[in-house]
C-alpha cells in the first residue's frame, strides 16, 4: 500500500536542454524539459540582477550547463549563479550588465520542442538604429559586416497592466525620425526628445569623402531593410545534410548588405545580424522604425520530397493567394513564431496596435515591381521555381508602406541545392543578382521624396 502511494508521488519535470541566445537586442534563456515547470521571476535593481524561483525540479548538471554557457561577451548577462533554494525549488541568480526589462513565459511542446520555459531579457535602454546608420554615413566608411541591429524592446507604448514580472513588459523607445528632426532643425520634434547629441549634430553635412549622386536621383539615404529568416530557436528549414535555413540566410544577408553599403547613399539595416530569434511581427516594426524603402526577406524553400528546385519571389496579397503552393508557404513562413516562441500576451497587444486596416494595395504594386527585377537577375544565376512573382499572406511583409519582397533562395530540401546553398561561390552570385535586382527596380522607379531628413 505504501509502495503503491510512492510511486504515485508526482516526479518533477526532468530538465532536457538549456540553451542560451545572447544579442544586443534582448538575451533568451531557455530551459526545456518533459513537463511543465513554473517560475517566479524577480528582479533586483542594485547591482541589477534577475532571480527565479523554478518549481518542480532539483539543481542538476543541466542547470549548471547553462551556468557554464553564459559568455563573457554577452551583451546583457554577466553570469549565472544556480543554488537548491528549498527541496524541489531550484534558484536562477541572473547578474546583468545593465537594466533589463524581463519576459518570462512558457510555450507547449511544438515541433521538434517538449515544454519550454523562456527568460527573454531586454536592456532598458534603447539604442537608435537610424542614428547608427546616419553615423556610417558620416564617417563614410560602412563596416564589412554591419552590426547595425540595435535593442528593440516589443513595443514603445506601455502595454496593458503588467501584473507581474512574467507579464507583458515596455520600455521607452525614442523616436529615431522626431530626434532627426529636432537635430536638423534646432526645435524639439515633441517635449520628450532627447537633447542633441554633439556627435552627430553635422548631420545634415555630407562627408567629404561621400560619393556625389548621380544627376536626377534622390540625394538622401535609402535604406534597405535585410531580413534574414528565422534564427535562435527557429533554425527554419532543414537540409537532408543538416544544413539550417537560418544560418545561410544569414550568410546571403551579410553579402548583400556589403552590396548595398557599397552603393552611394544606400545603406543596410539588418532586421537580425546573429543567431537570435526575431519575431515576425517585430521584424516589420524594426524596418518600419529606420523609414526603410525596402524590405527584403530572405529564405530558402523546403518541401517533404527532395525534387523540388530554384527560387521564388512572394509578395504580399490581399485578396488571398497565387496558388495553393504560394499559401501553404505563407503558412509555413508565418509559423515561425510558434517554433521561435513568442510571447503571445505581448504580441497579441501589439499586433492590435499595429496600422493593419492601412490600405497595402500601393506597396504590394510596388512589390510586385521590385520582385520581378529580382527574379530577373535570380534566373541569371540559377534555377526558377516559378517564373512570376506569388502572392499569399505573409505576416512579414505586411508593413502598409514599405515595398516587401520574401525571396526563397532555393530549396534547401534538394540535395543539390542545399550544396549550393552552403557554397560561398553561390551565395556570392546570389547576393550580386539580389544586389542588381534593387538597383534595376530604383532605376525604374525612383525612391520618392521622403519626410526624412537624410
Ligand atoms: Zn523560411
Known sequence: MLLLGMQHIARGASIVAVRVWPSKDYTRLTIESDGEIKARPFFIAEPPRLVVDIEGIDLIPALRELVAKVTSDDPNISGI??????????????????PILPQVF??????????????????????????????????????SQPRLDKTLTPESAPAPAPASASAPVSAAVPDPLGE?????????????????????????????????????????????ALDPGHGGEDP??????????KDVVLQIALLLADRINQQPNMRAYLTRDADFFVPLHIRVQKARRVSADLFISIHADAFFTDRPQGASVFALSDKGASSSAARWMADKENSADLVGGVNAKVKDAQVQKAMLDMSTTAQINDSLKLGSAMLG?????????KPRVEQ??????????????????????????EAKLRSETYQVQLADALMRGVNRYFARNPPLARNRPV
Open 392 to 417: 499569399a499572406g505573409f505576416a512579414v511583409l505586411k508593413a502598409p508602406d514599405i515595398p516587401s519582397v520574401l525571396v526563397e533562395t532555393a530549396f534547401i530540401s534538394n540535395p543539390d541545392e
Open 236 to 245: 527554419g528549414a532543414i537540409g537532408p545534410g543538416g544544413t539550417r535555413e
Open 106 to 143: 512558457s510555450l507547449p511542446p511544438v515541433a521538434a520542442y517538449q515544454y519550454r520555459l523562456v527568460l527573454d531579457l531586454y536592456p532598458t535602454q534603447v539604442a537608435d538604429p537610424l542614428e547608427a546608420l546616419i553615423a556610417e554615413r558620416l564617417a563614410g566608411k560602412p563596416k
Open 180 to 224: 532627426l528632426i529636432a537635430r536638423q532643425t534646432g526645435r524639439p520634434a515633441s517635449s520628450t526628445a532627447k537633447p542633441p547629441m554633439a556627435s552627430t549634430s553635422a548631420v545634415s553635412k555630407p562627408a567629404p569623402d561621400m560619393p556625389l549622386p548621380p544627376a536626377g536621383k534622390t540625394d538622401r539615404l535609402i535604406i534597405v
Open 81 to 98: 549563479r544556480a543554488g537548491q533554494n528549498t527541496p524541489g525549488v531550484v534558484r536562477l541568480v541572473i547578474d546583468l550588465k545593465q
Open 377 to 385: 537577375e535570380i534566373g541569371a544565376v540559377g534555377k526558377l521555381h
